[in-house]
């Protein structure tokens, strides 16, 4: 062979050998990629670790995670003598806001419609009204600054069911009843993963069995998965693919809310206050109602807490009662807490001071024939907010089983004023009163209107939001005020009645504008350089608050006070109230 065709013959062989090296780098690269691609898109068998579990838990090593609605709770549950409890403060916000601790006295109390429950700290023993029961375990416990209630105590007066789970060892509790809530069932089988990739480690496997509780993502790739509570409370994401449709559930526990019966009249409440401040005022009844007209209650204001163990001042009159009732009216007498002998924050934290105001009051309408108490505690702070609530539960109880009348009196519903609860005040008591005055007051840095037409109707609406309307009676102002600015900062005010008020304006020539939204006259003059303005209180405005009754479906009007208005008042209120 020549060296030409030997040439040829070596470089066709090179080039065989490079073809084939580059075919088997493609070959192993494209293996590689394949390789690669299935191992990327295989997910991941591997499951979390017993430590990642109890980290998941917040497994402490003493006490019981708790599992309140398939989400895992900071509370905890402890267990003595083999019994479970919950921790008061949770039981109070999740599950029974009923349930109140007296931390002054350490007493457990819950109350029904009829009924007052109460257990000492460390006792099995509790008491319904004066019944003695007996249980196996202690119902309340302490542990350093912390209370605990006998879970099996719990769920005798609650809307919850619960199930003891382990490893780790967990309580899983339900309530709600009613309540909606979203889930999602695996289509056969699926995996709850850490997070939104299936090579996450696996938190729980699961079937179509299993039910999934739709939890909010806060992952970045929530269009293919869902972030899910598991029953028993394991949190993680499963694949949208693995599932079915999104279905909405409802809870059922099997509880019944307690029914809590109250008296309704079957008429308009047309009420007035009668400022009663001595024993010989109580004659002044005749003269208080002398120009009253379709009046069918009236309010005494003869009770005041007098001093810090929940015992009351009275000048209660049953002269004064069987006077009311020959004239058509029954008396809801009035409890104010503006006695400067008493705290609020020393009568309503303790059950035993709270229990001498509630008798009595309750001892004082009975031995009078007193048809109703009107409370007016208008010093409350949110501090004690719950001692006050409790106190009005417990009361109801007691007039509940006695026939009396409960209405209780509440600022005009605003933010600050929320604590007063006047939702529970709505399932509780009879009668919820709006004080639809004093918009603005001697204590307001701008002058204003006392109750205009507008600020009415919006405390009328909030309220309405949490208690029933034919529970509600709205008070209208019998006063006004006169503001005084001088070099046009305010210097004073004065309350004045009505009649008293329109006098001073016409006398000094004010011209009186009528301003629809306020539903008021309006009127100001100057005298020695000092401007005086009044929003003025006339038959024309109170017809206007009159008749929001009809409006808004309301049980009635009261009036603030008797005395301070005209005969014509009446004879506008009449027409809406007879």
Known sequence: MST???????????????LIGIGIIIIATVAFIIEENIRRNTPSKKHISENEIEEMFGVDGENMVV?????IDDAKGYVFDEKIYLEYEFVKKNINSRFYWDNNENILIYTTPTEIIKSDVGAKEYYVNKSKNVTDYAIVKTKGDKVYVAIEYVKLYSDMLYEVMEEPDRICITSGNGQEYEAVYAKKSGQVRTGTHIKKSVVRDVTSDDRLVLLPNDEEQDEEWFKVSTNGGYVGYIKKSQVGDV??????????????????????????????????????????????????????????ISDNDGNISSIADSTYVQRAHQMGMEVWAMVDDQSPDSSDDKVFTYTSKRENLE????????????????????????????????????????CRNNGIVLSIDNYVSASYNKFYNREEQGKVADYVIIMGYDEHTKGSKEAGSVASLSWVKEGIENT???????????????YTRIWEEKD?????????????????????????????VLGQYYGEYTVGGTLCRSWLEDPRSIEEKAKLIGEYNLAGIAAWRLGYEDADVWNTIIKYTN
């Not at 309405?464 to 019998?478: D, G, Q, R, T, W």
């Open 4 to 18: 030409d065709k030997m040439k040829v013959a070596v470089n066709k062989q090179k080039v065989i050998a490079t």
């Open 67 to 71: 599992v309140f609605n398939d989400i």
């Open 247 to 304: 279905k909405t559930e409802v809870i059922e526990t099997g509880y019944e809310e307690p029914v809590y019966t109250n008296i309704k009249k079957d008429f308009t409440i047309c009420m007035g206050w009668h400022m009663v401040t001595t024993e010989g005022a109580n004659s002044t009844i005749y003269d208080a109602t002398a120009v009253t007209k379709g009046m069918n209650v009236i309010s005494p204001t003869w009770f005041r």
């Open 359 to 398: 008798n009595a009051l309750l001892s004082e309408a009975i031995e009078h024939g007193i048809d109703g108490i009107n409370v007016d505690f208008e010093y409350i702070t949110e501090d004690i907010a719950e001692d006050y609530i409790q106190f009005i539960r417990e009361f109801s109880v007691k």
């Open 464 to 478: 309405l939001l949490e208690v029933p309307s034919e529970k509600v009676i709205n008070a209208v102002p019998f």
């Open 488 to 516: 046009g900062k305010l210097v004073g005010t004065r309350a004045l009645g009505l009649v008293d008020a329109m006098d001073e304006m016409e006398a000094n020539g004010a011209e009186l504008v009528w301003i629809d």
